[in-house]
Nanobody, 127 residues
């Protein structure tokens, strides 16, 4: 069982930055064995992939095309925490952002791959 708690959301102007954090508590498996991902859901839209990060001694990251070059996902296995640094934010980034954990050998870019989800944190970007 894994519990995930997101934080760091808020209201920011276009061009600004936010850093989201996702603190996890897991039993039965170590945090480092999970693929961690960020997804987002805007009003009236499907939940979509934002970024994911794996761990096999070193990290591999994956990004949606819409956030490449602006967002950076990272993880600290000593703190059981995953982060999403968001720079140059745009109004279209406005959404509820969800952290998720997966037991998978894949990249973690598909929603169905994830077993555990946080409650979400709101990010609002004003123009």
């Amino acid at each position: 069982q894994v519990q995930l708690v997101e934080s760091g959301g808020g209201l920011v102007q276009a061009g600004g930055s936010l850093r989201l954090s996702c603190a996890t508590s897991a039993s039965g498996r170590t945090f480092s064995s999970y693929v961690m991902g960020w997804f987002r859901q805007a009003p009236g839209k499907e939940r979509e992939f934002v970024a994911s990060i794996t761990w096999s001694g070193s990290t591999t990251t994956y990004y949606a095309d819409s956030v490449k070059g602006r967002f950076t996902i990272s993880r600290d296995n000593t703190k059981n925490t995953v982060y999403l640094q968001m720079n140059n934010l745009k109004p279209e980034d406005t959404a509820v952002y969800y952290c998720a954990a997966a037991v998978t050998d894949a990249s973690g870019s598909r929603r169905y791959q994830y077993d555990y989800w946080g409650q979400g944190t709101q990010v609002t970007v004003s123009s």
